[in-house]
């Protein structure tokens, strides 16, 4: 029997993705070592040459 897998890729940040991105959620218990992920791209305290990189399954940011 084949487990079920889901084949992930890495992703450089676009605007394409803002809307998903508004809507991630992350467990209470998460957050004391992450952030939401537009929290951290719209920080205007990080260098404007930052390359945001997401975790994108299915077409979906994951991570």
């Given at each position: ?45 990080i ?12 077409e979906?940011?994951?991570?």
């Open positions: 029997m084949k487990p079920n897998s889901v084949s992930s890729t890495l992703v450089q940040y676009s605007d394409n993705f803002q809307q998903a991105l508004s809507n991630f959620e992350l467990p209470d218990d998460q957050l004391e070592f992450t952030s939401y992920p537009l929290k951290k791209i719209q920080d205007p305290f260098s404007p040459d930052t390359v945001h990189v997401m975790i994108v399954a299915e979906k940011p994951v991570g």
